[in-house]
């Protein structure tokens, strides 16, 4: 039956993710890890559903929450949801432990969006991002910004804009939401039943994409001329910061972001090697107030999310961090069929080489076969007659060159020949 087959394939707007992409995830969370711990930011995980509360603050008004939101009750009739975002639960984790501050974190996490999926819009996608709490030092909003900049610069990414802007204080938003609002009125008849939502809250309408509003939404006054002298201010030196740090930016006086928590600086990084409406491959910014929402101290904190799956379709488009050919340094092909390659590949992994092999006594061919697939560096042979004088057949399998090495060093060998993946350190030897 055609909905059976129907069933067993991923939920639309899911997908799988196998070797060799999943490869390059490795690599990705491994530099974004290696960048994370360099600016002193330590893992937090949190759960993949919430009670639907914590994530209603991320503002009711919002696609994410009044749209979106995969939401249910459990068999105790809580209500709760999938997590649509990082940054409310790991808000949330922080008002319940109350950890020392500055609390800097990181993660990376599945988020769940119920949208209309198409290429780099997924209702499951992944994040990696940061929330620093507990400053409201301008200097912060650079830390971060320059956190995820240098990561796409890792990466090998060229094509990339960074789109900054500031939300202000409360006084800031309070004045400019006035005059935004008497904006969506003089469009009243353009509008119509969305009056509303502008109503509700006016700055959810500058997110819009509809074509028949972009020149409403284009002549609307803009938040940067409405900002206190303390709110202009600290968003100079954010802009003086990231100068100094070598990031080059642009001021988008309509980027506000679509979730209502964001004070102060907000920032966007675009792919522009990607279609525009899905170029997004990572935002963030300052959401002061959110700690205090839930129950916190008036804790000041500023983050990002950065999406995976846009992240790798920004590095396709653009040729950067290719799918490594292979994923071992060395293929045993056993001749001996005695239970020694068992024990040379034992040595091997334990010596830091990655290792494979074929299973079930196949053919010497389609052992070679197999390793040629493997995309492996070397071959390594046991066959009788070299074994028997303590030596083993190392094949180079792009030249075809063939050494013999003693049974013992093959290892020490191999690591000498494969510099990405050396021997582990020693206990007592100095660590890198
Ligand atoms: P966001 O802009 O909604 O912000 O999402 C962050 C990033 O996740 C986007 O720039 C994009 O790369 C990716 N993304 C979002 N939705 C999808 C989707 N449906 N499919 C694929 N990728 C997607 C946040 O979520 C905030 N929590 C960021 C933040 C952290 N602000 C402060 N702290």
């Known amino acids: 039956m055609s909905a059976d087959r129907d069933v067993f394939r991923a939920p639309k707007g899911t997908r799988d993710v196998l070797a060799p992409e999943s490869d390059r995830w490795v690599e990705l969370v491994a530099r974004f890890a290696d960048r994370a ?181 284009e002549r609307a006054p803009q938040i940067v001329e409405y900002l206190t002298d303390a709110s202009a201010a600290a968003f100079g030196q954010v802009q003086a910061g990231l100068r100094d740090v070598g990031i080059d930016f642009e001021i988008a006086p309509r980027l506000v972001r679509g979730l209502d928590y964001y004070t102060g600086t907000v920032f966007e990084f675009q792919g522009l090697a990607l279609a525009g409406s899905q170029n997004a491959i990572g935002g963030g910014g300052r959401l002061d107030g959110l700690v205090a929402e839930m129950g916190g101290p008036p804790t000041p904190a500023i983050g990002f999310g950065c999406g995976v799956e846009r992240v790798l379709l920004a590095c396709d488009a653009e040729g950067a961090l290719p799918a490594p050919t292979g994923r071992v340094d060395a293929f045993v092909v056993d001749a001996l069929a005695t239970g020694d390659a068992l024990v040379l590949l034992h040595e091997l992994r334990e010596a830091g080489i990655a290792a494979d092999r074929a299973y079930g006594g196949r053919s010497l061919k389609k052992q070679w076969g197999a390793a040629d697939k493997s995309g492996a560096r070397f071959g390594v042979m046991l066959a009788p007659r070299e074994f028997e004088t303590g030596h083993v057949v190392v094949k180079d399998l792009a030249t075809g060159e063939q050494t013999e090495v003693r049974r013992e060093s093959v290892a020490a060998w191999l690591a000498t020949r494969t510099p990405e993946r050396t021997l582990p350190d020693q206990p007592g030897a100095p660590s890198r």
């Open 37 to 217: 711990r360099r600016f002193g930011y330590g893992l937090v995980v949190t759960p993949i559903f919430e009670h639907y509360e914590v994530f209603a603050r991320i503002g009711e008004t919002t696609d994410v929450v009044s749209k979106e939101m995969y939401d249910f009750f459990d068999k105790g009739e809580r209500h709760l949801a999938l997590r649509p975002e990082g940054t409310a639960g790991t808000v949330r984790a922080f008002v319940e432990h109350r950890p020392p501050t500055p609390w800097k974190v990181w993660y990376l996490a599945p988020n769940f969006r119920y949208e209309r999926p198409q290429e780099g819009r997924y209702r499951q996608h992944f994040q990696l991002g940061v929330e620093a709490l507990g400053s409201d030092d301008p200097q912060l909003d650079v830390e971060v910004i320059e956190l995820l900049a240098g990561f796409y610069r890792d990466l090998g990414l060229r094509q990339v804009r960074l789109l900054v802007n500031s939300m202000g204080d409360a006084e800031s938003r309070a004045r400019y939401r006035a005059v935004l609002l008497a904006h969506w009125h003089a469009h009243a008849d353009l509008l119509g039943d969305d009056l509303a939502r502008a109503e509700a809250n006016p700055l959810r309408i500058l997110d819009s994409k509809r074509p028949d509003w972009l020149d409403m939404i």
